[in-house]
């Protein structure tokens, strides 16, 4: 995950951790803003992006529907209403926040990393084994 966003998401759970709720609500939604301008996804509104996101295919259904919890949580409290927000209802926000994160950025990078793994071992493997499989199997 990008350092700025990863900075920001920390500082959210910060706030959360001193009962800064707003503010943590607020943070977690500039991560999510922040995130999809790093997909490259930079023009429109925050819903917009949420939704394009999704139509690149680097969202699935529920983690949109997360990112868009998120956004309603932010505005309620960016947007100058004084809406109180509970203990408990910054902490979902939150942990919504990180599921994003998860979609965006963390899944894909463990999937390239274990590619990445299994492709130097594939290489390590001497020439007299490579593609031999214990009898009956395919050696795909």
């Given at each position: 995950?990008?350092?700025?966003?990863?900075?920001?998401?920390?500082?959210?759970?910060?706030?959360?951790?001193?009962k800064a709720?707003?503010?943590?609500?607020?943070?977690?939604?500039?991560?999510?803003?922040?995130s999809?301008?790093?997909?490259?996804?930079?023009?429109?509104?925050?819903?917009?992006?949420?939704?394009?996101?999704h139509?690149?295919g680097?969202?699935?259904?529920?983690?949109?529907?997360?990112?868009?919890?998120?956004?309603?949580?932010?505005?309620?409290?960016?947007?100058?209403?004084?809406?109180?927000?509970?203990?408990?209802?910054?902490?979902?926000?939150?942990?919504?926040?990180?599921?994003?994160?998860?979609?965006?950025?963390?899944?894909?990078?463990?999937?390239?990393?274990?590619?990445?793994?299994?492709?130097e071992?594939?290489?390590?493997?001497?020439?007299?084994?490579?593609?031999?499989?214990?009898?009956?199997?395919?050696?795909?």
């Amino acid at each position: 995950m990008p350092a700025a966003i990863e900075s920001l998401a920390v500082e959210a759970h910060d706030c959360l951790t001193i009962k800064a709720d707003r503010a943590a609500v607020a943070l977690a939604r500039a991560v999510v803003e922040a995130s999809a301008k790093e997909k490259g996804v930079t023009k429109g509104s925050l819903i917009a992006k949420i939704d394009e996101l999704h139509k690149l295919g680097l969202l699935r259904g529920h983690i949109k529907e997360a990112a868009h919890e998120v956004r309603f949580g932010g505005n309620e409290v960016a947007h100058g209403d004084l809406t109180p927000v509970d203990h408990e209802a910054a902490e979902e926000i939150l942990t919504l926040m990180d599921e994003v994160l998860n979609e965006l950025f963390q899944s894909p990078a463990r999937v390239a990393r274990a590619r990445q793994r299994r492709l130097e071992r594939s290489q390590a493997v001497p020439e007299s084994v490579k593609g031999t499989a214990p009898e009956g199997q395919p050696s795909t």
